[in-house]
C-alpha cells in the first residue's frame, strides 16, 4: 500500500468525523473496534457522579448497619471501613489503568480478552461477562430490597405499630425497580443531569449526619474509648472472624465502582473522566464512610444489643437525635437518595448487558442487542437486567421472620464483580505485558504492587463473604449467594460446553472492527476506480 494511499484514508476518516460531529472519544472507540452508537451526555461530574451515587455513603450504612453493629460494633464500624476502603483503593486504581487504556462499556471482558493468550482469552472473557452480570443484577437487586426497607422504615419512624409483611416488601421492592427501569430506558437524558443533584443530596445527607447528631446528642455522647474501642460481638463467631464478616458493610457500600466504565461509550473523555470517577467515588466513600461512622459511633448509645434488635437502627439514631418529626425529614431524604442510588446502577449494568449482547455471549443476543430509535438507549437490556434482579427478591420468603436468606444478595453483589475484576487485572501482569497500552491515566511502577494487593483482596473476601451470618445456619438462615453464584457459574460453563449450540462454537470476544482498515480499502478501491476512468471522463464529472 502506497503512503499516498494510506494518507488519503487518513484525510477521509478525519473529514468523515467532522461530518458526523465524531469527538476524540469516539475516535478512540474506532480505535478499539467499535463504532460509536451510543450518546455522550455524561461529563466529568455527571461520570463521577454515576460511581459516587451508587455508593450513597449514608443510605448505603442504613442497609448495611446490620453487618456491622453484631460483628464487633464500633470496632468494626469504624476502623473495618477504613481498612476496607484502602483494599478496595487498590482495585480501584488498578481498575484504572485498564480504564485509561481501552475506555468501552465493554470493560471488564473486552480487557481479558485484549491481554489474555488466544487459547484461553474466549472462554475468560464468557466468564467475566457471565460475573459482571451477576454482579450487576444481585447488586440492583440488593439496592432495591435495602430501598423498600428504608421506605417502609420511614413509615416505622411515624406509626411505631406498623410491620410490613415480607408480601409488602417485595412487592414494593418490584415496583421500584420497574420505576428505575423506566427511568433508564427513556430519561436518560435527565438522569445525566440528576447526577449532581444527587452528588450534592449525599454531601448534605453527610453534613446533617457529622454536624447535627453530635449536637443533637451532646449530653449523651459516648466516651472516646468506647466509640474507637468498643467491641461487641453478638454473634457465635470469634471475635477475630466476626470483625472481618463485618466488613462485608463497607464492601457492598463501595463497589459496584464499574459502573463508570460501563458508560465509557456515553462519557465525555473517558479515558480520564472514567479512571477518576472509579478512584474519586472510593477515596470519597472511604473518606465519608469513616468519618460517618465515627460519629454514629459517638451517639448511638452502650447498648449495641438494644440498638441491634430495633427495627431499623440508623432510623433509632436518627430518631434519638432529632425526634420524630426531624428524623422522618431526615429519612425522607435517605429515601430519594437510595432511589437514586439503585437507577444509577440499573442504568450501567443495562449497558454492561448491552455490550455483552453486542458480541453475541447472552442467548438470544440479537433481540437484547437493539438502540431504541427514539430514547438512544438499550431498552431492551434495562429490562432484561430488572427482570433477572426481581426473581432474587423472592429468597424474602424464605426466612420471613430474620430476613437472613435475602441478605444472600449483598453478598453476592460482592462475589460476581470480584471475580470479574480479578480475571482482567491478574490478565495484564500474567499476559498482557506486550498487549498492554497505557492510556493517559497511568500508574506507572505502582501498577503491579497495586493489582497483586487487589487480587489477594478479592480473593479472601470472595470465600469470606460466602460463610453464613451465624454458626450452625439451617435452610432459612443460609448464605445462599454461593447457591446462586455456582447455579450462574454452572449455566456459563455448560451454556459454554454445550454441543453443537454453545458459546465454545461461536463466541470470539468482543466482535470488533479495524474502521481505519476500511477507510483504507475504500480509498484504494476508488483510486483503482479512477485509474480505470479515461481523464476526459474525470473531468468532465
Not at 301 to 321: E, F, R, W
Not at 394 to 419: C, E, K
Not at 514 to 540: I, L, M, N, Q
Request: some cysteine.
Amino acid at each position: 500500500m502506497s503512503d499516498k494511499t494510506l494518507a488519503n484514508a487518513r484525510v477521509m476518516a478525519v473529514g468523515a468525523a467532522q461530518d458526523v460531529g465524531e469527538t476524540r472519544d469516539d475516535t478512540r472507540l474506532e480505535d478499539l473496534g467499535y463504532r460509536p452508537e451510543l450518546k455522550r451526555s455524561f461529563s466529568k461530574l455527571e461520570t463521577f457522579g454515576v460511581a459516587f451515587s451508587i455508593m450513597g455513603v449514608v443510605p448505603s450504612i442504613a442497609s448495611t448497619i446490620f453487618y456491622s453493629l453484631p460483628y464487633g460494633g464500633p470496632v468494626t464500624m469504624i476502623w473495618g471501613w477504613l481498612v476496607a476502603s484502602v483494599l478496595i483503593m487498590f482495585i480501584g486504581m488498578a481498575m484504572g489503568d485498564l480504564a485509561s487504556s481501552m475506555p468501552t462499556s465493554g470493560g471488564l471482558y473486552y480487557w481479558t480478552h485484549r491481554l489474555s493468550p488466544p487459547e484461553y482469552r474466549d472462554f475468560l472473557a464468557w466468564m467475566v461477562g457471565y460475573n459482571s452480570f451477576l454482579g450487576n443484577v444481585a447488586a440492583v437487586s440488593s439496592l432495591g430490597w435495602a430501598c423498600a426497607a428504608i421506605f417502609f422504615a420511614a413509615a416505622s419512624l411515624v406509626d411505631a405499630d406498623f410491620a410490613p409483611s415480607t408480601g409488602a416488601t417485595f412487592g414494593l421492592y418490584c415496583g421500584i425497580l420497574v420505576f428505575c427501569g423506566l427511568f433508564c430506558a427513556y430519561g436518560t437524558a435527565l438522569f445525566a443531569k440528576l447526577q449532581t443533584p444527587s452528588v450534592v443530596l449525599n454531601v448534605v445527607l453527610a453534613l446533617v449526619t457529622i454536624i447535627g447528631l453530635p449536637i443533637a446528642r451532646r449530653q449523651d455522647l459516648n466516651t472516646a474509648q468506647f466509640t474507637f474501642g468498643g467491641f461487641v460481638n453478638l454473634t457465635g463467631w470469634p471475635d477475630g472472624w466476626a470483625w472481618f464478616l463485618g466488613l462485608l458493610a463497607p464492601a457492598w457500600t463501595i463497589c459496584s465502582f464499574d459502573s463508570a466504565v460501563s458508560i465509557s461509550e456515553e462519557a465525555s473523555n473517558a479515558s480520564i473522566a472514567v479512571p477518576n470517577a472509579i478512584t474519586g467515588a472510593i477515596g470519597s466513600a472511604g473518606v465519608l464512610g469513616t468519618v460517618i461512622m465515627i460519629v454514629f459511633a459517638l451517639c448511638m448509645g452502650t447498648d449495641v444489643a438494644a440498638l441491634n434488635d430495633s427495627d431499623q437502627p440508623l432510623a433509632t439514631i436518627y430518631q434519638l437525635a432529632f425526634g420524630t418529626r426531624g428524623s422522618t425529614a431526615v429519612w425522607s431524604l435517605i429515601c430519594v437518595s437510595q432511589i437514586m442510588m439503585t437507577a444509577s446502577l440499573v442504568l450501567p449494568s443495562s449497558r454492561q448487558a448491552f455490550a455483552f449482547a453486542r458480541d453475541g455471549a447472552l442467548p438470544f443476543s440479537k433481540y437484547w442487542y437493539k438502540v431504541d430509535s427514539w430514547s438512544g438507549t438499550p431498552v431492551r437490556t434495562v429490562w432484561l437486567v430488572v427482570g433477572c434482579a426481581i426473581p432474587l427478591g423472592l429468597l424474602g420468603f424464605a426466612d420471613p421472620v430474620n430476613q437472613a436468606a435475602i441478605n444472600a444478595i449483598f453478598s453476592l453483589a460482592i462475589l460476581g464483580p470480584y471475580v470479574a475484576y480479578g480475571i482482567p487485572i491478574s490478565s495484564r501482569f500474567i499476559w498482557g505485558k506486550t498487549h498492554f497500552r497505557p492510556g493517559p491515566w497511568y500508574l506507572g511502577r505502582f501498577s503491579r504492587p497495586c493489582a497483586a494487593a487487589a487480587v489477594a483482596w478479592m480473593a479472601f473476601a470472595i470465600v469470606l463473604f460466602c460463610f453464613p451470618a451465624d454458626i450452625g445456619p439451617d435452610a432459612g438462615t443460609m448464605n445462599y449467594a454461593v447457591v446462586v453464584a455456582a447455579g450462574v457459574w454452572a449455566f456459563a460453563i455448560g451454556y459454554w460446553y454445550f454441543p453443537r449450540i454453545g458459546g465454545k462454537t461461536f463466541f470470539r470476544g468482543p466482535q470488533t472492527a479495524d474502521f481505519v482498515g476500511e477507510a483504507v480499502d475504500e480509498v484504494a478501491r476508488y483510486e483503482a476506480e479512477s485509474a480505470k476512468t479515461p481523464a476526459s471522463d474525470r473531468e468532465g464529472m
